[in-house]
């Protein structure tokens, strides 16, 4: 038994892996999830994470689930084999019901704009995750991510003008769920109110489209707003640059602002007015690090 031990390693319970609640238990599943389609190994840097929350180094662990029979190497390229499907399975099953369930905390809690409960849901949610980042979620969010999330509630600006009461509740919600999150999707149609998508509909784009870059473009204002406010009583930053896509969707008003330098007090209200782009302007402020001793522009 002991030379069966050497020769093929210790006997993996898959089922129980993919089940438990035990990190390094079930991340072991998350890391075979890795390989569902072929693909070469990870680079250097998320090996070494990966081997953070695993038992087993990384090249261990591959090693291990190919003598379990779970994962097969075809030259530089290594899939799951049909033995070890059913544990991702499981894995995945388990996985999306608690994404959709955060999902749902966060919006409950943002309906009663209980912003930071919604950022909490959120990062317990993404440090049951084998890397403590899911991979459809934003960036790491800032301290102070949830109080700007917040301002999208109390926002009167004309990118709402011309809109019902109840469209811009319902869009400022839309809004708030995805900067919290720090990413953007296309809700489905049916999932927008009747009334909602009647107002925001166009003749040149439907309703899940406009309702996309209107809250696309409410929460890039609150964005851009705590990026001058921060920088504004900075030392080492005197000069924000316009960034943004140049893409065929670019109207000519935004285009001959990008890359373009100012200094704080003189930069661009974002978003432009004149814009003329159907998705609106996606214009933002990047901060332009500088030495203290450098002299700062004179004119934008």
């Known amino acids: 038994m002991q030379l069966l031990k050497k020769l093929f390693g210790p006997k993996l ?12 238990e079930y991340s072991q599943i998350g890391l075979l999830a890795e390989f569902v389609q ?3 190994l990870h680079d250097v840097m998320q090996q070494r994470a990966w081997s953070r929350v695993l038992p087993k180094p990384y090249m261990e662990m591959l090693a291990l689930f190919q003598k379990q029979g779970w994962l097969t190497a075809h030259g530089e390229q290594y899939q799951v084999t049909e033995a070890g499907r059913p544990f991702v399975l499981i894995y ?25 409960e919604a950022l909490t849901i959120r990062r317990r949610y993404e440090n049951r995750t084998p890397l403590g980042k899911a991979d459809w ?12 999330t917040r301002r999208i509630f109390f926002l009167e600006h004309w990118l709402l003008d011309g809109l019902s009461e109840e ?14 999150w720090g990413v953007h999707w296309r809700l489905s149609p049916d999932q927008i109110p009747p009334h909602v998508a009647q107002e925001l509909a166009r003749p040149d784009m439907d309703a899940v489209e406009a309702a996309y870059w209107r809250a696309h473009a409410i929460a890039l204002y609150v964005d851009n707003q ?4 921060r920088v504004k009583g900075g030392d080492h930053v005197r000069r924000l640059e316009i960034v943004g896509p140049d893409d ?4 000519e008003y935004c285009r001959q602002y990008l890359g373009k330098q100012f200094l704080i007090t003189r930069v661009p209200e ?7 782009s159907p998705f609106g302007c996606r214009c933002r402020y990047e901060p332009v690090l500088e030495a203290l001793e450098e002299i700062p522009l004179t004119a934008g």
Do not use: F, I
């Open 13 to 24: 319970d898959g089922m129980a892996l993919a089940k438990s609640q035990e990190l390094k």
């Open 38 to 40: 072929p693909r070469p």
């Open 92 to 116: 995945q099953e388990r996985m999306e019901a608690e994404k959709q369930a955060a999902l749902e905390g966060v919006r409950k809690a943002l309906a009663q704009m209980m912003t930071s």
């Open 137 to 148: 979620t934003g960036p790491e969010p800032q301290m102070n991510h949830s109080a700007v």
């Open 167 to 180: 469209t811009v509740k319902w869009l400022k919600l839309y809004a708030a769920e995805q900067h919290l």
């Open 226 to 229: 705590e990026t001058w406010q």
């Open 248 to 251: 065929e969707y670019t109207c």
């Open 270 to 276: 974002l978003p432009h007015r004149e814009c003329t």
